[in-house]
């Protein structure tokens, strides 16, 4: 397991730079001035030289790339001050920091998907087992049937109905909102509940027919078969040996789909108006602002590449036929 993970790590600082490497060159050999860019119309020729120079566009496109990658890991001087380590640069459009920009919005975007995460799961999972063990019922084709229907409806189609119906007219929910968990439990809930909903609606229907039908596939297995057999009681032999084998192609399918839930958190915070790290992202593709640009897009993938590791551990641990070595 500690081979598996050293390995793991040190593929994943391979990819992170050739994500970076690729990222900063892709961007930087655009023919656009980004320092007239920031200064805006009326902009003097000392002025422009200024800002070239604060901004470090001045330096040879190889210093500009050095810098850039050891300020991830050692930190990095600018003109305006000091960017400790991981820094991402310095913003053309508001002169912060991208790290700084990243951190203040992280916090809304990872409530947004753990708590989709955590909803769909939870429901899509067990309406999934519930329609298994009642394989056949009117409960079985009653969950399937909503499965189906719910699959086909998208967030930004879905999201507005929800607020005109729970919020504009009934008032039955608060405007979404994000608020500290730490400091508002209640208001933080309150506030991020519908956005939770709406993500879970799109992701349960997939995960309801999955859980099902691979529920009802390991059913069939032989090892389940001689558990019965034996004389095991039936909801033993279901949750015991049935349910585990389940969830492999689920853990499988869920690695691959949290690059998914992470671009449905953009267009959930667009959605509902919620100013979280979707929304910086498409806010400095629109005002050309490539550092916050590219900094999204490390932060992304770095996060990518580590919950697919832990998918692997996890898959590992539930699959003991599974070994990293």
Same mark, same amino acid.
């Given at each position: 397991?500690?081979?598996?993970?050293?390995?793991?790590?040190?593929?994943?600082?391979?990819?992170?730079?050739?994500?970076?490497?690729?990222?900063?060159?892709?961007?930087?050999?655009?023919?656009?001035?980004?320092?007239?860019?920031?200064?805006?119309?009326?902009?003097?020729?000392?002025?422009?030289?200024?800002?070239?120079?604060?901004?470090?566009?001045?330096?040879?496109?190889?210093?500009?790339?050095?810098?850039?990658?050891?300020?991830?890991?050692?930190?990095?001087?600018?003109?305006?001050?000091?960017?400790?380590?991981?820094?991402?640069?310095?913003?053309?459009?508001?002169?912060?920091?991208?790290?700084?920009?990243?951190?203040?919005?992280?916090?809304?975007? %990872?409530?947004?998907? +753990?708590?989709? !995460?955590? /909803?769909? #799961?939870?429901?899509? &999972?067990?309406?999934?087992?519930?329609?298994?063990?009642?394989?056949?019922?009117?409960?079985?084709?009653?969950?399937?049937?909503?499965?189906?229907?719910?699959?086909?409806?998208?967030?930004?189609?879905?999201?507005?109905?929800?607020?005109?119906?729970?919020?504009?007219?009934?008032?039955?929910?608060?405007?979404?909102?994000?608020?500290?968990?730490?400091?508002?439990?209640?208001?933080?809930?309150?506030?991020?509940?519908?956005?939770?909903?709406?993500?879970?609606?799109?992701?349960?229907a997939q995960y309801t027919r999955?859980?099902?039908?691979?529920?009802?596939?390991?059913?069939?297995?032989?090892?389940?078969?001689?558990?019965?057999?034996?004389?095991?009681?039936?909801?033993?032999?279901?949750?015991?040996?049935?349910?585990?084998?389940? %969830?492999?192609?689920? +853990?499988?399918? !869920?690695? /691959?789909? #949290?690059?998914?839930? &992470?671009?449905?958190?953009?267009?959930?915070?667009?959605?509902?108006?919620?100013?979280?790290i979707g929304r910086l992202a498409?806010?400095?593709?629109?005002?050309?602002?490539?550092?916050?640009?590219?900094?999204?897009?490390?932060?992304?993938?770095?996060?990518?590449?580590?919950?697919?590791?832990?998918?692997?551990?996890?898959?590992?641990?539930?699959?003991?036929?599974?070994?990293?070595?």
């Open positions: 397991m500690l081979q598996f993970l050293i390995r793991r790590l040190i593929g994943a600082v391979v990819i992170m730079f050739l994500i970076g490497a690729f990222t900063f060159f892709l961007f930087y050999t655009i023919p656009q001035d980004f320092a007239a860019l920031s200064c805006g119309k009326n902009c003097s020729p000392e002025n422009l030289a200024v800002i070239r120079e604060n901004l470090g566009l001045d330096k040879p496109i190889t210093t500009q790339f050095w810098e850039f990658m050891t300020g991830i890991v050692a930190g990095r001087d600018f003109a305006t001050g000091h960017c400790s380590a991981p820094c991402l640069g310095q913003s053309f459009d508001t002169g912060q920091f991208v790290w700084d920009s990243i951190i203040d919005r992280f916090p809304l975007t %990872l409530s947004l998907t +753990v708590g989709g !995460l955590v /909803i769909f #799961l939870i429901v899509g &999972l067990g309406s999934g087992l519930m329609a298994a063990w009642k394989r056949g019922t009117f409960t079985d084709k009653l969950v399937s049937g909503a499965s189906i229907v719910l699959s086909s409806f998208q967030i930004y189609f879905l999201g507005p109905i929800v607020l005109g119906i729970f919020v504009y007219q009934t008032g039955w929910a608060d405007n979404p909102k994000y608020v500290s968990p730490f400091d508002n439990p209640a208001g933080w809930i309150a506030g991020m509940i519908i956005p939770w909903a709406v993500m879970a609606t799109i992701f349960t999955m859980s099902r039908s691979t529920m009802i596939e390991q059913l069939q297995e032989e090892h389940v078969r001689t558990a019965r057999a034996k004389g095991m009681k039936q909801r033993y032999v279901f949750f015991r040996y049935a349910w585990r084998g389940s %969830l492999i192609p689920i +853990v499988t399918i !869920l690695g /691959i789909d #949290l690059s998914a839930l &992470l671009s449905g958190a953009v267009v959930t915070e667009f959605t509902f108006d919620l100013a979280g498409v806010d400095s593709s629109l005002t050309k602002d490539l550092p916050v640009t590219m900094g999204v897009m490390l932060f992304g993938a770095f996060f990518i590449l580590l919950l697919n590791i832990l998918v692997d551990l996890v898959y590992a641990y539930i699959d003991p036929r599974v070994r990293l070595s």
